[in-house]
């Protein structure tokens, strides 16, 4: 009897193998081994690295009931993210924030997704992302958050909340016209919400992947996912969000429209006019505007805290980048854009920051909606493809030492700053890169200078700053840790 199970679990295997083996014309990848797949042998930088360097530019593999292309390649990633078929995200509850069956902009597709890109694109143009006014804003939040870190100074602390709020602040006043004390219990509520997000995520992401998980015992789903605390997460999230919408509705001027929630509010009330128009929603903006808080605060104050830390381990970077403020600024006033093309070097370690700790390894998923071609090979129609960020950044094609944290790569013979032309995508590439790159790059030259103007990062006495990311699927968050912030004035 033994003997038979035995030999049926054999057959068994090979049937699933043979099936999960690809027909001619695929991109290679390696063996998906049934239920499982292949996709969580894939953790760390040196996996993603050790596929490419195996199977080339393009890697099909696979995991439950999702079949992934991997592209390794910068020109490959911005051919692909051309593509009209290549522009939808995948359908996959993850991505819905808020958890009420629909997602937000990040994952919206369609004439919705087009529509709600444009109208926030335009919108946060004109309210300033990117332009100089703006930066009076930003400024004054570099200089309120300047002075609470002097509160955390010469002691092992783990990096201050007000340097994210800071940056969150921003946001709110293009978004609703608001802007948070540094301690305010209300905003550390969000950024609690958002970090429980990205804790629970890995969690959340099953399901997507498994779908025959969705018919196990609800209450077993709901321990094993931990839905109750998403649920509550979203009813508190959405209960801040519309707060906000319903002061906007009240004290709305159309002839004189303050911000993001005003805009949306009057185009909102044009299209409700219009019987042949059903693009925009109230509920649509609370998801949106969750997004946008999502996105436009997290790869900021994130890349400003792995900026921090490398100088903290690389502390010769550190005063060279210090010099040069000094030189330029001084210690009088605050950097401004002003002093930005002045300011080489700060601009050369932001962005090496950038190269080796961008957000995401993989950059947002977009989802095949017809078959296409990608180097020669079939992508099939359902294909999940993913450009690997953290490999293009260690793409030797383009950079020399890749693994080395050097700034001066982004310097020129002239000692000026270079940005990259190529092998360089840190906000994603294509019709779907990022909504709020311009802002993010202004924020994060702003906070960032005037905390290496005013401030000096180090590890505790006797310890080393850890440079491995959080383990967390597909991020690429700096792990909690004490620093010592050493007052420079």
Known sequence: ??????????????????????????????????????????RRLEDYLAIRDKFG????????????????????????FSKYEVTDRPPWKVIEHLGDGKPGIIGRNGEGWLQSRRFHLRNLRDLGMGKSYLADAIHHEAKLMVEDVRHYTDKPTPFPQSISVAVLNVIWQLVASRRYDLHDEQILELLALIKEFQQQVKFLIFPDFFPWL??????????????????????????FVKEFIEDHKRNLDPSNPRDVIDNYLIELDRQNSDSD?????????????????VAGFDTT??????????????????????????DVVGRDTLPTLLHRPRLPYVEATLHETLRLAPLTISGAPHLCTADTQLDGYHIPKGSVLCAVICA??????????????????FIDESGNFSAPKEGFIPFSVGRRSCLGEALARM?????????????????????EIDLEPLDTPGMVLPKEQDIIITSRT
């Open 1 to 42: 009897m033994l003997t038979e199970i035995a030999l049926f679990l054999v057959v068994l295997v090979l049937l699933l193998l043979l099936r999960n083996k690809d027909p001619p014309g695929l991109p290679p990848g390696p063996i998906r081994w049934p239920i499982i797949g292949s996709f969580f042998f894939l």
């Open 57 to 80: 530019d393009v890697v099909r593999l696979g995991v439950g009931g999702c079949n992934f292309v991997l592209i390794h390649s910068y020109k490959l990633a911005r051919e692909a």
């Open 214 to 239: 969705n018919y196990l015992p609800d209450k077993l789903l709901r321990v094993l996912f931990k839905y109750d605390m998403r649920e509550k997460r979203t009813a508190r999230a959405k209960a």
């Open 277 to 293: 128009s059903d693009v925009f929603s109230e509920e649509d903006l609370i998801r949106d505007i969750f997004d946008l808080f």
């Open 301 to 326: 104050a994130t890349t400003i805290r792995w900026a921090c830390l490398y100088l903290a381990a690389y502390p010769e970077v550190q005063k060279k980048l210090q010099k040069e403020i000094d």
């Open 392 to 409: 293009i950044h260690h793409d030797t094609r383009y950079w020399e030492q890749p693994e080395k944290f050097f700034p001066e790569r």
């Open 443 to 463: 924020e994060l030259f702003l906070f960032a200078a005037a905390l290496l103007q005013n401030f000096s990062f180090a590890p505790p006495e006797g310890r």
